[in-house]
């Protein structure tokens, strides 16, 4: 179990800049979910997979927001035309659900994005 | 609707003494019930989790909460605060399987002092 792992760890753009972020979650989950934190709040979620399909996506996440799962294990979000209120950090999580089992989240370290 | 309230956005305690981290939630369903913790650089990591039965719940690193559905409360505390429990802390509410239905409070920043 090496945990979720996310790429890049700091993202510094300029506005108007597209930016791509990468997760790998641990190898045998099957859920994988992306948050956004801002300063001084928790985790808000933004879209989550089961396997390869994108099952939910928050109001939080514009048009200018896309993740994808091409295969049922890492996943990618994309920011297009990237603004200054994007800046936050991005965390992704992923979890083995399991039938009669409650879920539990594991947490990746998050892509820190900035932009200017 | 859920909702999470975290009372004290900082925390400060010496080394040794009681540590705890209030938390108020807001459920119209049986509430999941969690306790996260994040280190500076670091994800987040799940302190202790309430689903059902037991209303005091002992989580890793000695501490624990107690659900009080009265008080709609699940307030963190250790008896004695370490240097290395300096973190922030996250209560988080959920409606039962789903990360995608767990919400987070603002978190409390733990700071020990020696």
């Known amino acids: 179990d090496t945990g979720v792992s996310q790429d890049p760890r700091h993202k510094i753009t300029k506005r108007g800049q597209n930016v791509t972020f990468r997760c790998d979650p641990i190898?045998?989950?099957?859920?994988l979910y992306w948050y956004r934190q801002t300063l001084g709040q928790g985790p808000e979620f933004l879209t989550y997979?089961?396997?390869?399909?994108?099952?939910?996506k928050s109001r939080l996440l514009s048009d200018r927001f896309s993740a994808e799962r091409p295969k049922g294990s890492f996943s990618t979000l994309e920011i297009q035309r990237t603004e200054q209120g994007d800046s936050a950090m991005y965390l992704c999580a992923s979890s083995l659900v399991q039938a009669g089992a409650n879920e539990k989240l594991f947490f990746g370290s998050g892509t820190q994005l900035s932009v200017l | 609707a859920q909702s999470v309230t975290q009372l004290g956005s900082h925390v400060s305690v010496s080394e040794g003494a009681l540590v705890l981290l209030r938390c108020n939630y807001s459920?119209?369903?049986?509430?999941?019930l969690f306790w996260y913790v994040q280190y500076p650089n670091q994800g987040l990591q799940l302190l202790l989790k309430?689903?059902?039965?037991?209303?005091l719940v002992k989580g890793i690193n000695g501490f624990e909460a107690e659900f009080k559905k009265s008080e709609t409360s699940f307030h963190l505390t250790k008896p004695s605060a370490h240097m290395s429990d300096a973190a922030e802390y996250f209560c988080a509410v959920g409606s039962g399987t789903g990360g995608f239905k767990t919400i987070f409070g603002a978190g409390t920043r733990l700071f020990v002092k020696a």
């Open positions: 190898s045998e989950h099957n859920r």
């Open positions: 997979f089961q396997n390869e399909a994108q099952l939910e």
């Open positions: 309430y689903t059902t039965g037991a209303t």
């Open positions: 459920s119209s369903v049986p509430p999941y």
